[in-house]
T-cell receptor, first 111, second 114 residues
């Protein structure tokens, strides 16, 4: 089993839809969780950063962590065409250990 | 604010030629620095990371090397490129401190080996 699994998509939704992106992981030691957005030919841009379990909201974005299920989610409300990108989850265990990335989910929002 | 610069943005090199990719960070001191390679369908692979000048850790044995001659400068090199070295190379930085700080990426170098 891979450490981090992420459905590559592509995921296509109409403008205004609620988008749910997910990752599962196998290492119960992970406690730092991140979501990145990557536009074509650009580097990943940090969207959300959470520690341990719970929810975090920032504008139209909500990150959820369920450590008991080893499952993290990113919700995008009122999706816009500008949200079309690849979304990468990333996580790590204790300080100083490497970030482990999912392979990314490609999202397309049509107007 | 902090910024990270990578250059060149695109590079085409023949097999067997040398490589030098440079990354610099502005607006912060003593950052952790990272080199990743991103191949299509394979996600981000950590190649090297550095916690200080001259301190380099290699994650994957390969044809590449890294150096950190200055606090905010990170260089990825190769003496002889292979076809398999093609890919999208990303530099990243993070704050050195308590906990595991998020990493911030540059816009990458797309390397094609002919």
């Amino acid at each position: 089993q891979k450490e981090v699994e992420q459905d590559p998509g592509p995921l296509s939704v109409p403008e205004g839809a609620i988008v749910s992106l997910n990752c599962t992981y196998s290492n119960s030691a992970f406690q730092y969780f991140m979501w990145y957005r990557q536009y074509s030919r650009k580097g990943p841009e940090l969207l959300m950063y959470t520690y341990s379990s719970g929810n975090k909201e920032d504008g139209r974005f909500t990150a959820q962590v369920d450590k008991s299920s080893k499952y993290i989610s990113l919700f995008i409300r009122d999706s816009q065409p500008s949200d079309s990108a690849t979304y990468l989850c990333a996580m790590s265990a204790k300080a100083g250990t490497a970030l482990i990335f999912g392979k990314g989910t490609t999202l397309s929002v049509s107007s | 604010s902090q910024t990270i610069h990578q250059w060149p943005a695109t590079l085409v090199q023949p097999v067997g030629s040398p490589l030098s990719l440079e990354c610099t960070v502005e607006g912060t001191s003593n950052p952790n620095l990272y080199w990743y390679r991103q191949a299509a369908g394979r996600g981000l692979q950590l190649l090297f990371y550095s916690v200080g000048i001259g301190q380099i850790s290699s994650e994957v044995p390969q044809n590449l090397s890294a150096s950190r001659p200055q606090d905010r400068q990170f260089i990825l090199s190769s003496k002889k490129l292979l076809l398999s070295d093609s890919g999208f190379y990303l530099c990243a930085w993070s704050v050195r401190g308590i906990g595991n700080q998020p990493q911030h990426f540059g816009d990458g170098t797309r390397l094609s080996i002919l």
